[in-house]
């Protein structure tokens, strides 16, 4: 059983490292699905061990920060964000500082994935009609995502996911991972201005579309409902059942049915982590991988130090990917101490800008915007990706070694 096991989770983490596999449209959520099927089939895990090993607080707060999203979705919010930025008579530059804000201050807050997949075409759009390119503004979109989501406990699902592992105090989190998450997003601004200096040099033309309608009630109830879903992880009550009652209270309205809000749910993303969740706890379970992790920190290899963590968080994140990563570390290490868990979070969600397959934001971003006619491709992502997640997990680490 033990060769079974190490064997559907080799599979699985290949192919998540990979996408898809060719001829198949079988992609990392399936991967998953599939993966833990056959360790169900085979005897490997039953029913109770799947019910004990899928972690439902953390898929909790991960489906009502959607719901919170999808409000804000159907209100217009995003829509007027994009429009702010692509039509509101900026010069490029400030374009591009508009971008890094607006998306890294979105993604403190709500998940970053869906803050990408709601803005990116609109951006495209506002961007083609001025006549500037738009993939300086993609690569800041995805780039600011990801370090503003780095901010917070509840900016994007791995960080949720680490959040609710190890009990963090939202404020706690917030002071160690705020100040190097800011100064990620200038780094972010920084690097993307020097690399497309000559395209944000092109001033455009002056932009002539009308503001998109939004629903003004259903953006201050949006507003009322993150302030409730902020009081929830600051006061000391449950956070999954804070979130959920939250959520439910956005689910009932006299103009948007459930039906029209559940669709903006990422459910593939939910059962990317059911999936994960127990494929990873078969395979901790072994015997041969805990004495394989043992010796690993016996040889002075321990996860929790910054000279390990970093290179590891880079290195997993930029293969199978940071959400995947994070699952199987903290299946592997549940021992891990607050600190561990806020450099994990930080340096993973980081770690996520180097490659286009760093992270699922990236991803969004480039077959969001590849559906409107802008392709954005793995060496445009690289030219930037690479310096700005190596400045930027450089402040991280030093910001960490003076903290903890």
Known sequence: MTALVLGVFVAVYAGLALGRLPGLAVDRTGFALLGALVLFAAGAIDGAGIAAAVDMPTLAVLFGLMVLSAQFYVSGFYDLCAHRIADGGASPRRLLALTVIVSGGLSAVLANDVVVFAMTPLLCHGLTARGLDPRPYLIALAGAANAGSAATIIGNPQNILIGQAGGLDFWRFLA??????LAALAVVYATVAVVWRRSLAEPGRLPGREPPPVDRRGIVKAGLATVALLACFALPVPQATGVLVVAGALLVSRRRTTREMLA???WPLLLLFAGLFVITD????LPAVGEAVAGL?????????????????LAASNTIGNVPAVVLILALLPDLGPA????LALLSTLAGNLLLVGSLANLIV??????????????DHARCGVPMTLASMAVAVGWLLMVT
């Open 282 to 285: 078969a395979v901790a379970a």
């Open 297 to 313: 920190q016996a040889a002075g290899l321990e996860p929790s130090r910054l000279g390990v963590m970093a290179p590891l968080a």
């Open 340 to 343: 561990a868990l806020h450099a």
């Open 264 to 266: 903006h749910v990422d």
């Open 176 to 181: 160690v991972c705020g100040p190097p998450a």
């Open 366 to 379: 480039a077959e969001r915007a590849a559906g409107v006619g802008v392709r954005l491709g793995f060496r």
